[in-house]
């Protein structure tokens, strides 16, 4: 039997939208499209909706309005088809502290009714190795550091071939070295045909290992694209290193540029939009005023300056 094949778009949601009982709006009309072999950064601070769509994306709760598209069906609908071809990783694995990590494993595969027992081993020994936990299969899950657990459960997930493989908070918890291994994974389980659809609400995190991106603010989706695209969209910072910050931030304000920041000798600002003077125009004119520039140059629009020029407000990632 051919393998069912993946859509162009693998994720689809339209005007999806969560009120939960108590009133609470968590997701408001939202539209998502994810293109096959992405990996797709679904941004937000905390709050902001992310898990809330995810559990409806899996078919764990109802949507209040809107539809939601897994791999070209409908859910929750074809759930049964559906969720066999997708891989989860919500809100930390659930594992037994008392078992070793291969025996973790054993029993999450013994729990697929269609995971064929003679192969057990062998699928088990493979999970392992591809989120190389294969030298510490043998310890009990409970000494586990929070970001072996988490490849654990990422082994849980990868037992059988998945079309798309859904991360909430992947990284959440980790140290910086779990971070960077979290993401290796990712980027290897992308380049083997997988498309990654994770949240985060790490805007670096998601600079670093996304495709695409999709951002959050309070349940409403700001904006969403390839992530090259949506820095090039970013305004720049100009950058003046200077030991005469308070003349050049004046200097520099005379001249339009907004959002003038002093921290030790480093002024930053905002290119106005429209009409942008020459950046060298204004190092000009911070020399003609008698300021003594030490370095001038102008830094690339990163994801955060796109979410503060969506929303006005800083990412709060405490949220
Ligand atoms: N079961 C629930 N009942 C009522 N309100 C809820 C429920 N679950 C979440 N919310 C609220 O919905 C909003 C969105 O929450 P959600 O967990 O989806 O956001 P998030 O972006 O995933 O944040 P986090 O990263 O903190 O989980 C929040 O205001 C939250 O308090």
């Given amino acids: 039997m051919q393998p069912p094949s993946v859509p162009d778009t693998v994720v689809e949601v339209r005007g999806l939208t969560k009120r939960y009982r108590g009133g609470q709006l968590a997701v408001d009309g939202l539209d998502l499209d994810v293109p096959r072999g992405s990996v797709f950064g679904f941004l937000g601070p905390n709050g902001s909706g992310k898990t809330t769509t995810i559990r409806m994306l899996l078919g764990l709760i109802e949507p209040s309005a809107g539809s939601a598209r897994l791999l070209g069906e409908s859910m929750p609908a074809a759930a049964r088809e559906v969720l066999p071809r997708v891989g989860a990783l919500i809100e930390g694995p659930a594992l037994y502290g008392f078992l070793s990590g291969r025996d973790n494993l054993l029993r999450f595969d013994a729990a697929d009714p269609t995971a064929d027992p003679?192969?057990?081993?062998?699928?088990?020994?493979?999970?392992?190795?591809?989120?190389?936990?294969?030298?510490?299969a043998r310890r009990k899950a409970r000494t586990y550091s929070l970001g072996m657990k988490q490849r654990l459960g990422l082994a849980a997930a990868l037992l059988r071939p998945r079309d798309l493989l859904v991360l909430d908070e992947p990284t959440n918890g980790l140290d910086p070295q779990g971070m960077r291994e979290i993401r290796s994974l990712v980027r290897e389980l992308s380049d083997d045909g997988t498309t990654v659809f994770l949240s985060s609400h790490l805007l670096d995190e998601i600079e670093q290992v996304c495709t695409h991106a999709a951002v959050m603010s309070r349940g409403r989706l700001l904006a969403q694209g390839a992530v090259d695209e949506l820095v090039a969209g970013a305004r720049g910072r100009l950058v003046v290193t200077t030991a005469d910050t308070g003349n050049a931030a004046r200097v520099l304000r005379e001249h339009g540029v907004t959002g003038l920041t002093v921290v030790g000798d480093r002024v930053t600002g905002e290119l106005p939009a429209a009409e942008a003077p020459?950046?060298?125009?204004?190092?000009?004119?911070?020399?003609r005023s008698g300021v003594r520039v030490r370095a001038f140059g102008t830094e690339h629009g990163s994801l955060e300056d796109v979410f503060v020029a969506l929303t006005g407000e800083g990412f709060d990632v405490a949220g």
Avoid at 118 to 136: I, K, M, N, P, Y
Avoid at 278 to 287: G, I, Q, S, T
């Fill in 118 to 136: 003679q192969t057990r081993a062998a699928r088990v020994g493979e999970a392992l190795e591809r989120v190389g936990l294969t030298a510490a």
């Fill in 278 to 287: 020459d950046p060298a125009d204004l190092n000009a004119a911070l020399v």
